[in-house]
């Protein structure tokens, strides 16, 4: 069954760096999303993308978050310069259709560590 | 403000039991509710999607309901098992809104042999 994968699993960095989260979505899916889970919070969304562009984004996607579609395959997350607080779970996940109908298939997320 | 609300916080039952997990809501308009299976470290897996205008989903052992007017949703699990054990969350998909999804804190539930 296809899955969305997520590289790396962990990722650990200094404050001040910058660093790239890396997910494949289910091949056939055009909707792609980016949350966060702060340990023993809940999930937060961060943005939606769609048609190579954003469609939705949080008040917690501010400037130094930026997303991308380099290749046909992959997608990316980019923190620019990293806090404490960005340490968290980062998960991606993929839908056939838009939310308000499809189900989104989550990838097994990154756990970033922020030194 | 938009907010999602879940009890109990966390839930012990035993193996074979059923059990009902709530979910309060104030965010309006609303495209779609749904519950979600989070275990341990995992991506969240979803178990029903329901609009604004039905009233139950069920998806085997799970079924959803809905209740429009009350703005509330319980998700019952039917003849527990151990693989039962993860958190359980609410989620509500905003209608052409900025922050799009709201997401609940989650019900932890054990079940035990």
């Known amino acids: 069954e296809p899955e969305v994968t997520q590289t790396p699993s962990h990722q650990v960095t200094q404050m001040g760096q910058e660093v790239i989260l890396r997910c494949v979505p289910i091949?056939?899916?055009?909707?792609f999303y980016w949350y966060r889970q702060i340990l023993g919070q809940k999930v937060e969304f961060l943005v939606s993308?769609?048609?190579?562009?954003?469609?939705?984004k949080s008040e917690i996607f501010d400037d130094q978050f930026s997303v991308e579609r380099p290749d046909g395959s992959n997608f990316t997350l980019k923190i620019r310069s990293t806090k404490l607080e960005d340490s968290a779970m980062y998960f991606c996940?993929?839908?056939?259709?838009?939310?308000?109908?499809?189900?989104?298939?989550f990838g097994p997320g990154t756990r970033l560590t922020v030194l | 403000k938009n907010q999602v609300e879940q009890s109990p916080q966390s839930l012990i039952i035993l193996e074979g039991k059923n059990c009902t997990l709530q979910?309060?809501?104030?965010?309006?308009?609303?495209?779609?509710l749904r519950w979600y299976k989070q275990d341990t470290g995992r991506g969240p897996v979803s178990l029903t999607i329901?609009?604004?205008?039905?009233n139950t989903k069920s998806n085997g052992r799970y079924t959803a309901t809905l209740d429009a007017d009350t703005k509330q949703s319980s998700l019952h699990i039917t003849a527990s098992q151990l693989s039962d054990s993860a958190s359980y969350i609410c989620?509500?998909?905003?209608?052409?809104?900025?922050?799009?999804?709201?997401f609940g804190p989650g019900t932890r539930l054990s079940v035990l042999p």
């Open positions: 996940a993929s839908s056939p259709g838009g939310p308000s109908t499809d189900t989104q298939y």
């Open positions: 091949s056939n899916h055009l909707y």
């Open positions: 993308f769609y048609n190579n562009e954003i469609s939705e």
């Open positions: 979910c309060n809501y104030t965010v309006s308009p609303f495209s779609n």
């Open positions: 329901m609009t604004f205008s039905e």
């Open positions: 989620v509500v998909i905003l209608v052409n809104y900025g922050q799009n999804f709201v």
